[in-house]
């Protein structure tokens, strides 16, 4: 979370040393061209496919090229397992980071009762 944190406030074109501060390591990209963080237990690679920017909304729209992810947080079947993964979430109403939990609920089948006619 700190170093997360940290390179989300500090500018790299501002301060040369940024990865050797953390200790983590840029490494090039296997698909895209762009670094990677060798540290990082999930990396996914995107390429830019359009910037969308109208007047009440602006978004990125990308498609995912690759992914690597360290067995240790794998499931059995080979998938990112967010249990296992414990990612951040960043909110933004309260400037807090948040990690993952548990399952909550199972998609495509949670709302599979609001589809039924009355």
Request: proline share 3%; hydrophobic share 40%.
């Amino acid at each position: 979370m700190d170093v997360a944190d940290f390179f989300g406030i500090a500018s790299g074109n501002r301060m040369s040393d940024k990865f050797e501060r953390t200790g983590y390591h840029a490494v090039r990209s296997n698909k895209v061209h762009a670094p990677v963080i060798e540290e990082c237990p999930v990396v996914m690679e995107c390429e830019l496919l359009e910037f969308l920017k109208t007047d009440h909304v602006s978004g990125i729209v990308g498609r995912i090229v690759n992914v690597k992810a360290e067995e240790a947080v794998l499931s059995e079947n080979g998938k990112v397992d967010p249990a296992k993964l414990h990612a951040l979430m960043f909110d933004q109403f309260q400037n807090g980071y948040y990690a993952t939990g548990g399952k909550v609920g199972q998609a495509w089948n949670a709302g599979a009762a609001l589809m039924k006619k009355k």
